[in-house]
DNA sequence: CGGTACTTTGAGCATTTTCAACCATTGTGG
DNA sequence: CCACAATGGTTGAAAATGCTCAAAGTACCG
């Protein structure tokens, strides 16, 4: 059954995936100019549930008019494009939770979204707007939304960022870039082993 | 810089990205059919590295060749269809190692992999061929190889599946899809908490 | 053989979860 | 204006899952 394709166009929007035991995992967030469903292409039914995280104003289009468009060539590739972006924020998104600590996480999606919001105009002065609670944030980066609470609080403490009602306020926004790529020291990571090293230059 | 284009013919391969400080996570993995370097199509480097796990066989297109297919329809859509499949694959790698257990993820990794060569009809009896250490299934997981090994000898023990020396033989099919799709219990989890259902429920 | 790469296992430990309680804010109906 | 319910944030103590490190075992290969 094709569905209708949306682009966001303000807000923010999440896809999730919900396991029988009430588990769930947001697998992606949407920002101001993601499009939505873009398996729906090639009517294929979507696997995965789409919310709004507050308020927001997105484009609908419909199976029809969206088959007319993919006529045009460019309009085709430019879809294609916006699948090859979806698929690497996924890939990043994996490896971000297969290997980053609780932190480091946390770190890497507010600068994620700072950076995907700033490429677009829509952040003034390092603060932006992320209507997520700890628990959604928590289900977007494999963790609890206690443990969320303690890495914010120990931002803010560091004066690193502060997130407080929905609203972002980046503070050091070198650190928190370090901390995103796992290049600076969690709270209590030790130094590099021996054999890491040895790993590395292999 | 465009690349050559890659269909996997026989064997394994995955994609990984590495960290600075050596920790590596392996965001993808290929089995026959699939198809390597989807976003050079349009001109994209590649952010990640693509390795042989093992002897692979694969078909290679060059980008004139490809740019050439791609002006047939048919052949474009197609390719617009392998993108569409990979990044489902990557939602659910993410969901996969996001809310999974270790156990569940080793689990839902044997199967997914079982699914896939089946699904091409290049497995006999529930056996097939693995070339992954169990350092490289942890970085797919979010686990240590230390910690892979130990499911794996549980799994052993539990008579659920086998895996030495490259070789899987699945004994419990369908304990390993329960496991794969988190309807089991694992060794130590509790019964869900009665706030858990009424969430559920909810 | 010696070497290399991988597996296996144990002991101790760290990060994160669980569970529980309490607080803050907001909206609602009386 | 005041309960009140509902939602989300904050925090602590205990438990656990998974990690680190180290050592020994196995298998293969030149």
């Known amino acids: 059954m094709p569905r209708y394709v949306y682009q966001l166009r303000t807000g923010l929007a999440y896809q999730s995936h919900r396991l029988p035991d009430g588990r769930r ?15 729906t292409i090639l009517s294929l039914r979507a696997s995965a549930t789409v919310t709004a995280a507050g308020p927001v104003k997105y484009l609908a289009l419909d199976p029809n008019s969206l088959h007319r468009l993919m006529e045009d060539r460019q309009v085709a590739l430019c879809f294609t494009s916006l699948l090859i972006e979806a698929r690497r924020r996924s ?33 003034a002065r390092s603060s932006y707007n992320l209507h997520l609670t700890q628990q959604q944030i928590g289900d977007h980066l494999g963790l609890t939304g206690a443990h ?17 009602g929905y609203v972002v306020i980046i503070r050091d926004l070198p650190r ?8 600076e020291a969690t709270e209590t990571r030790r130094t590099p082993t021996s054999d890491r090293i040895a790993e590395r230059v292999s």
Chains 1, 2 share one sequence.
């Open 25 to 39: 995992a947001i697998v992606d967030l949407f920002t101001p100019g993601n499009v939505v469903g873009l398996e």
């Open 176 to 183: 928190l870039r370090r901390l995103a790529c796992g290049e």
């Open 91 to 123: 890939e990043e998104l994996v490896a971000r939770i297969a290997r980053f600590e609780a932190p480091e996480r946390v770190a890497a999606m507010l600068i994620d979204l700072h950076d995907r919001l700033r490429r677009r105009r829509l952040i």
């Open 148 to 164: 969320v609470n303690r890495v914010l609080r120990w931002f803010s403490r560091e004066d690193i960022a502060l997130v407080k």
